[in-house]
């Protein structure tokens, strides 16, 4: 299976993984799985943290090599996900999920997310 984890999952995983769900955390345990961090993601986990919603700094400090030592790899938002998210059913309004939602549609991706709002999109979701 090939993983897309939401910005919370991405967050909760390096802060030791205790708030993931137990689906969630074998999932991304499992050998044979791959697990993503989007731009998206990680762009939205600055914001929050410079806006002080949240502290994730530690994660973002040196986010390239942290990613590479869990094993992640990163999804780039390409052209086609932008034109994907912009033209998704307004269920959901976050334009950061929604990048998430057009990536795990045009890549063949589960999203790891506890947002059941995903499921209206039709996109698979392990929580």
């Known amino acids: 299976m090939r993983l897309l984890l ?7 995983w390096f802060e030791g993984g ?3 769900s137990g689906r969630a955390r074998a ?15 990680v762009w939205e986990l600055a914001i929050k943290t410079e806006l002080g919603k ?8 040196g986010a390239e090599e942290r990613f590479h030592a869990a094993g992640f790899g990163a999804v780039a ?5 932008a034109i994907r ?4 059913p307004k269920h959901h309004k976050d334009p950061f999920d929604r990048v998430l939602i057009a990536q795990a549609q045009a890549e063949n991706l589960t ?3 506890d947002d059941a709002i995903f499921d209206r999109y039709g996109v698979r979701r392990v929580w």
């Open 111 to 113: 999203l790891v997310s």
């Open 6 to 12: 939401d910005a919370h999952a991405l967050l909760w």
């Open 85 to 88: 998210a912009g033209a998704l």
């Open 27 to 41: 999932a991304m345990d499992a050998p044979g799985n791959e697990v993503f961090a989007s731009v998206a993601a």
């Open 54 to 61: 949240l502290d994730a700094q530690a994660l973002l400090d």
């Open 18 to 20: 205790e708030r993931l």
């Open 77 to 81: 938002i390409t052209l086609d996900h």
